[in-house]
């Protein structure tokens, strides 16, 4: 469901994937080949959203107040992005929470069920896990990084395979 807010409606790519159970309201923009799927909420009401291009907000995520996600990266299952920027080729995972003013670097990524406390820092090519989230080790060639390209793959599918049925 696309909805305008105070005059401001959601700016979609004709190429970008946005699942009918998702709920996509005001100053939210979804460049080329990006993917929002089932029961995800991008709610663009006080700062904008911004999906570049490739990235993918799987399902019953929530991103509000001027989050940013990179080019290609991942915002996994049932995660949380307030106000905060992830890199080109990052993943938060499953669950994790990303709070305000946090810059998740290039090809980073935050464990599963992490938490990760406002004006942080995760460096690029890192992984950063637990509650409080802490730097695990650095990170190379994950696979991971290779998600988002999966995800264009799997929303072209959608595109083309899905129907709803009433």
Do not use: C
Request: proline share 5%.
């Amino acid at each position: 469901m696309l909805r305008s807010f105070d005059g401001v409606e959601p700016d979609v790519h004709e190429d970008a994937y946005v699942d009918p159970a998702a709920v996509v309201i005001g100053d939210v923009t979804i460049e080329k080949d990006a993917s929002v799927w089932p029961n995800v909420t991008l709610r663009g009401d006080h700062g904008p959203i911004v999906l570049r291009e490739g990235s993918n907000i799987q399902d019953n995520s929530v991103l509000h107040e001027g989050a940013e996600i990179g080019p290609y990266a991942t915002v996994g299952h049932t995660a949380i992005v307030h106000n905060s920027e992830v890199g080109e080729r990052a993943l938060v995972g499953m669950g994790a929470t990303v709070l305000d003013r946090t810059v998740v670097g290039e090809e980073a990524m935050v464990g599963a069920n992490s938490l990760v406390t406002e004006d942080s820092e995760i460096e690029p090519n890192t992984l950063y896990a637990g509650n409080p989230a802490e730097k695990i080790k650095e990170v190379e060639d994950s696979p991971w990084t290779y998600a988002g390209d999966r995800y264009v793959e799997l929303s072209r599918e959608h595109m083309e395979n899905s129907e709803l049925i009433e």
